[in-house]
């Protein structure tokens, strides 16, 4: 298989290449050449099959030419290495709990997967590679969480000072060993400009072997799928194929559903569920993509005005916004929606919602009123531990936090430097090797 750009079909890269790059010099996502079809045998007998044989068969096509067959085998078991279980949470709702990993987010999934394969793409080579990622939250606990102890690789993790839960704060400045967490005094947005201005410097580029760890990486990407195959496996109506709702934020995760649905995956509908920020909600109600700034809200980790993936859904439905609209629909939830669902569900269903999931829920269960017959399933995407401060009050009890003790004990180490690009390069060629 081989990956083009977005911005000029011509550009191609291997897996490897696309990897190792994260994306095309041209700045074009990388996007597979074809994309596999998967026989209906297959998920009419998806009973059969263990957790790492779906995820070994739905990869395997988009990995052969670069991963031989048992270092496959070996990063999806090490990947998937968690349980992701699909719990009944009301009669026609249910939970896709993707939480059950080191950093308990869904994103576990694609920075494990990512980090195993940069590992063997780079195992001969002589200059250690750089990882350089600015989180918002949850992308710096799971890169630096799959990345950890991983020979060959260096990981430097910028994130906004005093914008993230305490949780996730520990989760990226505790591991130590080949992670740094680096602490930005200013925003996500100067984080994320710091480290786009060091992948543009060709000077730091002749001392360090830079490369990104971001949702837009393949790597991070493709893995994804597995999970939505998962849920397929354990959905207990097989005659009638659930509505899934995804929590979206940049839409790495709802695209991976929708390259699985492209699959011949049996899904009825996605509901691309958002918070307050709606580019997508918008652009399918009247066909205008108008990207906007970030607007701060309780989901945080998908507090995005202008999604990264947008470009690959477009390309999985060839542009056309009319059979996009037959397959995804898009609803934009407020924050008080958002804290009255994860009161009404933990009172009702006993069920404790993290704020990301409970967007999720909230557009499904909207949807679910207006059609009859249907069920569905959100994605959970993160534990609700990690917002215990959002979460305690709005169910007016206190949770169990025992998967995080060990964690909340520890303590950060990061070093503070300023929005200030001369600071990131010194301390970037410093630590050359
Ligand atoms: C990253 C994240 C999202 C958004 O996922 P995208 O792939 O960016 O759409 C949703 N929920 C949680 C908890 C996340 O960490």
Redesign the pocket.
């Known amino acids: 298989m081989r990956y083009y750009s977005l911005n000029d079909s011509t550009h191609t890269a291997s897996f490897a290449e696309a990897t190792i790059e994260g994306q095309g010099m041209d700045k074009g996502l990388y996007f597979p050449q074809t994309i596999p079809f998967f026989h209906k045998g297959f998920f009419q007998d998806i009973t059969q099959y263990t957790r790492e044989e779906i995820a070994f068969m739905v990869l395997h096509p988009y990995v052969k030419d670069d991963l031989p067959d048992e270092e496959l085998t070996r990063i999806v078991s090490e990947t998937i290495n968690f349980s992701i279980p699909l719990v009944q949470v009301s009669n026609d709702i249910f939970c896709l709990e993707l939480f059950h990993g080191p950093t308990q987010?869904?994103?576990d999934v694609g920075a494990r997967f990512m980090s195993r394969c940069l590992g063997y793409f780079v195992r001969n080579n002589n200059k250690e590679v750089t990882v350089l990622v600015a989180t918002s939250?949850?992308?710096g606990g799971a890169v630096a969480n799959g990345f950890y102890g991983v020979e060959g690789v260096n990981v430097i993790i910028l994130y906004p000072s005093g914008k993230v839960s305490p949780v996730q704060e520990l989760q990226l400045t505790t591991l130590g060993g080949n992670i740094t967490a680096l602490e930005v005094a200013g925003n996500f947005d100067d984080c994320q400009a710091l480290v786009k201005q060091a992948f543009s410097d060709n000077q730091l580029k002749e001392h360090l072997f830079l490369t990104s760890a971001n949702?837009i990486n393949v790597a991070r990407w493709l893995p994804q799928q597995v999970y939505y195959f998962l849920a397929w496996q354990q959905w207990p109506y097989k005659s009638n194929p659930p509505v899934v709702s995804?929590?979206?934020?940049?839409?790495?995760?709802?695209?991976a559903g929708l390259l699985a649905f492209k699959s011949g995956l049996p899904v009825r509908r996605f509901i691309a569920a958002c918070n307050a920020n709606d580019v997508v909600p918008h652009y399918l109600a009247n066909g205008r993509y108008n990207p906007q700034k970030a607007i701060a809200t309780l989901?945080n980790?998908?507090d995005?005005g202008d999604?990264s993936?947008w470009v690959r859904i477009r390309q999985l439905f060839e542009n056309n916004l009319e059979s996009l609209r037959s397959s995804v629909l898009a609803e934009s939830i407020t924050d008080r929606e958002t804290l009255s669902t994860i009161e009404q569900v933990y009172k009702q269903h006993h069920y404790t919602l993290?704020p990301?999931g409970a967007v999720g829920y909230t557009a499904l269960a909207h949807y679910l009123e207006n059609v009859e017959d249907q069920k569905g399933y959100f994605l959970e995407?993160?534990h609700p531990i990690?917002f215990y401060e959002t979460i305690e009050p709005a169910i007016g009890n206190s949770i169990d936090k025992s998967i995080v003790h060990s964690l909340l004990t520890k303590k950060k180490t990061s070093i503070k430097i300023s929005p200030d690009y001369t600071q990131l390069k010194d301390f970037l060629l410093a630590n050359a090797r």
Do not use: E, L, Q
Request: glycine fraction near 10%.
């Open positions: 987010a869904f994103k939250g949850d992308t949702s995804v929590p979206s934020g940049n839409f790495g995760n709802i695209c989901s980790a998908m995005v999604p993936n993290d990301h995407t993160a990690k």
